[in-house]
T-cell receptor, first 113, second 112 residues
């Protein structure tokens, strides 16, 4: 068990480009969460998967954002037509069905120029 | 008003001091309370977890939850320079997918 992993760790892109991030949760964790963290703030919830089903999305998740978790294992978060305001740390967390605690990955730091 | 309020600090203490970190919250429906430690440019690391009111101790760390006052605390005894980090309180509810609502974090600096 190597913990939650995220890829890439850093991404620099130009405004208007699309980006995709990947999260690999702890094996056998069926709950997966995406959060976004800006400088000086705590993480903010974006979306939640239980197995392959996306059960909740925050109002922060505009229609430019889409997340998937095919087969209930890894997850991807795609941002289309990036804007400078999308610059942030994108964090993935996972937990098992009988746990209330979440374990975070190292995050993907996005910079939109 | 944010659901979870946390003093951003920074809080600077000498090595060996007892550190007290606090959060207040407005939603009485929160059931689960956590403290995470986050080093610069890293992901949050779970430190302590408490269900409902009460105290929990783990080594140098003690977490307290007072649901009647909507107030949670984290105490660090014999603080070390390696404890220098941002401490985030977080809370969740079973009927809300257990999604975490975070405070803004308190920056702690432990001076050697």
């Amino acid at each position: 068990d190597t913990g939650v992993s995220q890829d890439p760790r850093h991404k620099i892109t130009k405004r208007g480009q699309n980006v995709t991030f990947r999260c690999d949760p702890i094996s056998e964790h069926n709950r997966l969460y995406w959060y976004r963290q800006t400088l000086g703030q705590g993480p903010e919830f974006l979306t939640y998967f239980q197995n392959e089903a996306q059960l909740e999305k925050s109002r922060l998740l505009s229609d430019r954002f889409s997340a998937e978790r095919p087969k209930g294992s890894f997850s991807t978060l795609e941002i289309q037509r990036t804007e400078q305001g999308d610059s942030a740390m994108y964090l993935c967390a996972s937990s098992s069905y009988d746990q209330e605690t979440q374990y975070f990955g190292p995050g993907t730091r996005l910079l939109v120029l | 008003q944010k659901e979870v309020e946390q003093d951003p600090g920074p809080l600077s203490v000498p090595e060996g001091a007892i550190v007290s970190l606090n959060c207040t919250y407005s939603n009485s429906a929160f059931q689960y309370f956590m403290w995470y430690r986050q080093y610069s440019r890293k992901g949050p690391e779970l430190l302590m977890y408490t269900y409902s009111s009460g105290n929990k101790e783990d080594g140098r760390f003690t977490a307290q939850v007072d649901k009647s006052s909507k107030y949670i605390s984290l105490f660090i005894r014999d603080s070390q320079p390696s404890d220098s980090a941002t401490y985030l309180c977080a809370m969740s509810r079973m009927d809300s997918s257990y999604k975490l609502i975070f405070g803004s974090g308190t920056r702690l600096l432990v001076r050697p």
